[in-house]
T-cell receptor, first 115, second 114 residues
Framework: EAGVAQSPRYKIIEKRQSVAFWCNPI?????LYWYQQILGQGPKLLIQ????????DSQLPKDRFSAERLKGVDSTLKIQPAKLEDSAVYLC?????????????FGQGTRLTVV | AQSVTQLGSHVSVSEGALVLLRCNYS??????LFWYVQYPNQGLQLLLK??????LVKGINGFEAEFKKSETSFHLTKPSAHMSDAAEYFC????????????FGAGTRLAVHP
């Protein structure tokens, strides 16, 4: 089966600019996650969707980050305006079920550099 | 609150030697524990997971891990390292009763030398 697709793979922007990332999960996966992985740290969950709805966005900096999941399939994550500390790899993942024991499948990520 | 501590940000072993990557967790409820591997420029891939039942869990590529509740540990081992095992390894925890929110450790980069 096809894996989780993300684009772009790399992005360099100046601070205060905006940027958007796109994710296409594995077909049929109802649960979608966005993680932020800062260099030298483990991934941190930003937001989790169950179909169209948000089930956890407690660690999403809502003053600058936004995310949506259209029709319960693709998702976009936006940053506006970007700060230097947003430099990180943004990972999208999906799983077939929302339960805590379910395997999450990760995309290759988008590496964002803010200069 | 849950947390994960991985001891040693870098581990280096010889090809054929034992691999031991350490993970300790903190959780007020019974945990679900995971090990993920990340090869350069790739996403994370599940190696193995512990949910309930047998405390010794076998995963892909010859890796295994043992859940020790008394030590709050979930160390990853492999009897004989291969060059292809060089990657970054992440331990993660979630818990029953909630959605699949994974809390990751900071990762351990494994180097394998001839």
């Amino acid at each position: 089966e096809a894996g989780v697709a993300q684009s772009p793979r790399y992005k360099i922007i100046e601070k205060r600019q905006s940027v958007a990332f796109w994710c296409n999960p594995i077909s049929g996966h109802a649960t979608l996650y966005w993680y932020q992985q800062i260099l030298g740290q483990g991934p941190k969950l930003l937001i989790q969707f169950q179909n169209n709805g948000v089930v956890d966005d407690s660690q999403l900096p809502k003053d600058r980050f936004s995310a949506e999941r259209l029709k319960g399939v693709d998702s976009t994550l936006k940053i506006q305006p970007a700060k230097l500390e947003d430099s990180a790899v943004y990972l999208c993942a999906s799983s077939s079920l929302p339960g805590p024991a379910t395997e999450a499948f990760f995309g290759q990520g988008t590496r964002l550099t803010v200069v | 609150a849950q947390s994960v501590t991985q001891l040693g940000s870098h581990v280096s072993v010889s090809e054929g030697a034992l691999v031991l990557l350490r993970c300790n967790y903190s959780s007020s409820v019974p945990p679900y524990l995971f090990w993920y591997v990340q090869y350069p420029n790739q996403g994370l891939q599940l190696l193995l997971k512990y949910t309930t039942g047998a405390t010794l869990v076998k995963g892909i590529n010859g890796f295994e891990a043992e859940f020790k509740k008394s030590e709050t540990s979930f160390h990853l081992t492999k009897p004989s390292a291969h060059m292809s095992d060089a990657a970054e390894y992440f331990c993660a925890v979630s818990h029953s009763g909630g959605y699949n929110k994974l809390i990751f450790g900071a990762g351990t980069r494994l180097a394998v030398h001839p």
